[in-house]
């Protein structure tokens, strides 16, 4: 089967902790295109004092990712979104265009800290919520408080949170209990995407391939479906 999304990628040439070069880019999305993937959105880091590549050099160098997506496939497509380290002044940053949402919608990849406060993740994204963005929580496997309290992940929805895991966390490459902690959520209908978050071909490389074949496994390829294409779909036609 062809056609996966891929909502949650590193692939822009020196801009983050990403590729270092095009020629490795070349390598992720070839790899992505060999697993399925037809459509990326790719998101490099947005974070105050680590990674603030302007403006200018990020649309630059997605250029070069665009031109070698279409020497691998006439089908690939690659679409700039980016994944937003949220802070104070995200909403005035997303409302003047200093960064991009996802390809352009009202839908915002949105990144905590690992030990991220209730308080603090809850008010962010109701701002974001009532601004009309619609927040996507980053591998939300990685923070503490959602780890210990899968009632903090419901509430989050409840309000309007949608929720995107790492293929890597799923499959068991960050451990077992972040495999375990995935497939409860998986199970309890707590997540609307599954993103590679690949930044390399080492140990953050692309694993949507493996991905699909284990959650054909474990749910059904009707649920695959829904998560990596219906669900991408529907945020790109911003529904
Ligand atoms: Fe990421």
Known sequence: MIGYYDIHTHIIPGVDDGPRSIELSRQILQQEYDDGVRTIICTSHWR??????????????????????????????????????????????????????????????????????????RERCYALLTHGYQPILAHPERYDVIRKDVDFLRDLIKMGCYVQINSQSVLGDDGFFMKLFCKKIIRENLVHFIGSDAHDMDKRRPTMGRCVQYLDKLMGPEYTRRILIDNPKKLLSDN
């Open 48 to 121: 105050r004092g680590m990674f603030e590549p302007s403006m200018r050099r990020l649309l630059a160098n997605f250029e070069q990712v665009k031109e070698v997506a279409k020497e691998i496939g006439d089908d690939l497509t690659v679409l700039l979104g980016c994944e937003f380290h949220v802070n104070m002044e995200m909403i005035e940053t997303l409302k003047n265009g200093e960064r991009p949402t996802m390809a352009q919608t009202r839908y915002v990849l949105a990144e905590f800290k690992n030990n991220v406060e209730k308080k603090y993740m």
